[in-house]
């Protein structure tokens, strides 16, 4: 499979193209500076993504808004807007975005990000990557798209190769923690790219 990674050095974006990698695929990771062996451009330039994208089987979307302090939803949206808009006109079908956990919920009808014990911290970013999530569920319906939620914590561990996955609901096991280590996230991202078991809704996974 040819694979375009956008956000590909990034703690996600960096395992997921090493997964992707070691199991024979062809990746082309994309980031702004274009280091580290990867293509330069503006993920919010649609005809940037559209000329990259072609020729490949399937797009990764794995960037973080700002965290500059500035406003992080309006970039976020923009890029997604220009990837979705880009993906079409290279006739790319397959978008996986790796999104945030704020947007699943802790209770049946209440986001994490609205709980009050959600870290104030980490609000904006998470309202953000749930605002990508509903434009993706809102403009993305003749794609092929899945949106891939954390835990609610996710770091550099292990890659054990296991990991349950889920629906809009957190995760979490039988001592109520919510992890996964980023390596096995990108193993469950890669699997989806591969088996295309949950095209057109968004999943989560953990331990």
């Known amino acids: 499979m040819r ?15 090493a997964e992707a990698r070691d199991r024979g695929h062809e990746v082309t990771g994309v980031t702004r500076s274009g280091t580290a062996g990867t293509r330069s451009a503006d993920a919010g330039d649609p005809s940037a993504v559209a000329e990259l994208a072609a020729g490949h089987d399937a797009v990764v979307l794995a960037i973080a ?27 790319v079908r397959r978008l996986v975005v790796v999104g945030g956990a704020g947007s699943l ?4 009808g209440v986001r994490l990000v609205d709980t009050p014990e959600f870290p104030a911290v980490y609000k904006g970013e998470a309202l953000a990557q749930a605002e990508l999530l509903e434009l993706v569920r809102a403009q993305a319906g003749d794609l092929d798209w899945t949106y891939v939620s954390p835990a609610i914590e996710i770091e550099p561990g292990e890659r054990t190769g296991s990991y349950r996955r889920g629906g809009d609901q957190v995760l979490a096991d039988a001592d109520g923690r919510s992890f996964i280590s980023a390596e096995d996230y990108a193993v469950a991202l890669v699997d989806e790219l591969e088996t295309g078991q949950a095209v057109g809704r968004r999943i989560t996974v953990a331990y």
């Open 65 to 91: 808004p700002p965290r500059d302090g500035s406003e992080p939803s309006a970039p976020l949206l923009a890029a997604g807007r220009a990837v979705l808009e880009g993906l079409r006109k290279a006739g």
């Open 105 to 108: 919920e802790a209770a049946p």
């Open 3 to 17: 694979i375009l990674l956008i956000g590909a050095t990034g703690m996600i974006g960096s395992r997921i193209a």
